[in-house]
């Protein structure tokens, strides 16, 4: 359009390189395929077929199936900052932790669950993948013990660390061991009444650990 048309012109971002998009599309596909079926039982050539891509694209991104999996997790560990911005923004740890709850069941919190069950299987705790960063993310949870400990809602001769751990078992231990919450409850953990009872529970347990006389 001329300048003297009568119109402003909308600046657009420039499209992306096709060979962005492809990079894009084989990273979401394995994100999927690493959850569902843990590093050792994915496949590159199937993620590469899934992605609608050839298996010399994805070594020619990644470098191989270790690289694009640590790209996985570096893509999840971004996907998690939303969770993590709103667990901030509550000012107990008790809201903190249902605010926790409320949001596990979010394809991002799903797709962690699946992937913290595979890792377990593998036996990868000793050298974890991107462990300096997701260290990081896992730490908050003892600072918020800590900071509820220094504010008074928590009783502070309780271990931080050991009551950290225990309460986030709380959260995730259904939803990596979903058959074993259903036998004891009944309810698969993405159920709504599973989910308030879980809440009501952390709730609970916030009230009961408060300082004693």
Known sequence: MSAGGGAKAVAQEPPKPQSDDRRERILEVAVDEFAQKGFAGARVDEIARNARANKQLVYYYFGGKLGLYTAVLGRMIEGAQEKIEAESQKPTLKSKLQTMASLSTQPNSVRWQRLLAWEA???SAEEMIREEERRETW????????????????D?????????LALVSVIISPYVLPQITKLMTGLLPTDEEFRARQEALLGELIDRLGPRA
Do not use: C, I, S
Not at 139 to 154: I, K, L, P, T
């Open 121 to 123: 299987l593998d036996g």
């Open 156 to 164: 502070p001769r309780l271990e931080p660390e050991m009551l950290a």
């Open 139 to 154: 730490q908050r949870h003892v600072v918020n013990v800590e900071d509820a400990q220094a504010g008074g809602e928590v």
